[in-house]
DNA sequence: TGTAATAACTGATATATATCATATATTAAA
DNA sequence: TTTAATATATGATATATATCAGTTATTACA
């Protein structure tokens, strides 16, 4: 029995932490591992969710589309993270679209059982209060970007975070290679700009491409163009 | 003994209607009631909060300041609500500041009988989970309609938000009256921008004005125009 | 392995919105 | 009430970003 979630150390990062053994050997007994590629969706907007998923690896984009076909990207899931559960614990149907960015490796688990342990363990609603209490900061943060910086200074930051949390190669790529289209639905731009400004910033020497792959190379000083100078 | 919670309508409302009889006494006994005037700040940015503000009569506005001095609202709060308890919950600082935008009456509600009672009343955690789920959802709407709109359908589906959630008055302007300060810093625009538009309605037929006051004369047209036609 | 499909890129131009300047109305204060 | 301060309004102009059109590079696939 290798993939218990008794031996998992994805649930250390997130709010299953707070669990007990007897409620954790339940979520175990009842989860269902999936492989998700590449473009495919956990779930999309609109939908009702039995259940959420616990991201063991990959990362996905939580998006919703707009009449005119546009994406706004408004969040990028980390390892570790759970997803689904506004909707579930709101008992509504999912206000956002979730796509696989690269190969993902998630486990699903049934609402029941979330909300279960909701109603009896304290410290786990407290664990996912946490989260979602982080969330809706981060969420506040992005809403101010939005309307005060300019896409130059989003673009930057995204570049920026996506260092911090993602990490990069051995030469120096980001590790999580995003398409433009991507970038452009993070920023809220159009690809056509969103393009213009990556050469902007490798021309000034601020990043370097080969490709898709973007590397960061003055990280300070776009943190200084994202802050606004 | 009038103003005891255990006699408050308010609470119906918010996350406090999950508190058992000996909760609510204990929240009674220990709560502040407060009187905040008109731009008034109920708390700063940045700031520790040692309790959470349910909020009985007013309406205040959920802000941040940029460093060139630009306020974004981020939310306006609706009678009933309970504001500061992310901050509470993730013991950290407020990442918003709350203004009274009229004369508003709150009660102060110390942080410790909230966090106890988070501990020991799962019902509660659930109640505020719940809240901040919706809380969420809507922040996420935001940040699409701050990408995907223009400002000009940003403010019509601000106008047909503030009707449908304050109402108006028996000459058909709107109950809430804010600045065209604070309209601009809600659809996040230049003031100027924003007047030019107000101006634009006006000369459509679609909004009237006296002063300050606006009146909402073609809801559905507004209502369209916010959804992009 | 070659060809189609898709993504990345660049240029020209249009447009929404910001900024600066200034006038008028409204509110607060002396 | 009169003056000062602040908010509202409008015009002219600048600027960031979108849109449309087309080219080149990558990737997928038959």
């Known amino acids: 029995m290798e993939n218990r979630c008794e031996n998992c150390i994805i649930r250390q990062f997130n709010s299953l932490r707070a669990l007990n053994k007897d409620e954790l050997k339940k979520v175990s007994d009842s989860k269902i591992s999936k492989k998700i590629k590449r473009g495919e969706a956990l779930f999309i907007e609109g939908q009702k969710l039995d259940g959420v998923f616990c991201v063991r690896e990959g990362v996905s984009k939580l998006s919703k589309l707009s009449s005119n076909g546009k994406e706004?990207?408004?969040?990028?899931?980390?390892?570790?993270?759970i997803m689904g559960q506004r909707s579930v614990i709101a008992e509504d149907f999912t206000n956002l679209s979730a796509t696989a960015i690269n190969d993902m490796e998630v486990c699903f688990i049934p609402k029941e059982i979330i909300t279960n342990t909701?109603?009896?363990?304290?410290?786990?609603?407290?664990?996912?209060l946490r989260h979602m209490a982080h969330d809706l900061k981060e969420a506040d943060d992005v809403i101010v970007n939005m309307s005060q910086k300019t896409v130059k200074q989003r673009l930057a930051e995204a570049f920026v975070y996506l260092k911090k949390n993602y990490g990069d190669d051995e030469e120096g790529f980001l590790s999580l290679t995003l398409s433009r289209d991507d970038y452009a639905n993070i920023v809220g731009a159009a690809t056509e700009s969103l393009i213009r400004m990556i050469s902007e910033f490798k021309k000034k020497g601020l990043i370097k491409t080969e490709g898709k792959k973007i590397g960061i190379v003055e990280e300070e000083t776009l943190q200084e163009l994202a802050d606004g100078f």
């Not at 706004?72 to 993270?81: A, D, S, Y």
């Not at 109603?119 to 786990?124: D, G, I």
């Open 72 to 81: 706004q990207i408004v969040k990028l899931t980390n390892r570790g993270e």
């Open 118 to 128: 909701l109603n009896s363990n304290p410290y786990f609603s407290l664990e996912v």
